[in-house]
């Protein structure tokens, strides 16, 4: 497994060692033990999802102001362009984003650390997304930032209007939202 930390550093792409022959591949999807060492610190999951989204379909921004998740997110059918912003006061990242393009086919991972909003744009036909968390989800502390808000400037690589859901449609700007300390 190969790590590397992005533009803002707590948020670390996660590229796994692919056995492939004439028969199809292997590869070692999650290991504890090495991914507490590639991110520093030890992390519990607590909870696995799994999404199927049509192509144009852009889930996010969402996030957890109490209870905030931590995520490791992969896709395994398809391909998307995944996003992290920084919501942290605290952080000198403080309201900058990363984006990576995660596909069945390079197979990587992103894990988006707490106090961080996550969404992804839907490049493919269809994708099948999954991620762990480190809290379970809390309806009552979920938020939603507005994909396309300006102060963030998001380059999501999208020609028109996604599809959202009305959650998603409604969401707050960037400089109304709550964000953590």
Known sequence: MKTQPLDIPDVVLVEPSVHGDDRGFFYESFNQAKFNDAIGRSVMFVQDNHS??????????????????????????????????DLRRSSPTFGQWVGEILSEKNKRQLWIPEGFAHGFL????????????????????????????????????????????????????????????
Not at 57 to 85: S, T, W
Not at 144 to 149: G, L, M, Q, V
């Open 52 to 85: 199927k989204s049509m192509e144009g379909v852009l889930r996010g921004l969402h996030y957890q102001i109490r209870q905030p998740q931590g995520k490791l997110v992969r896709v395994v059918q398809g391909e998307v362009f995944d996003v992290a912003v």
């Open 122 to 181: 839907v490049l493919s036909n269809t994708a099948q997304f999954l991620y762990k968390t480190t809290d379970y989800y809390f309806p009552e502390h979920e938020r939603s930032i507005i994909w396309s808000d300006v102060r963030l400037a998001i380059n999501w690589p999208i020609d028109g209007e996604p599809v959202l859901s009305r959650k998603d449609a409604v969401a707050s700007a960037f400089v109304d939202a709550e964000v953590f300390d």
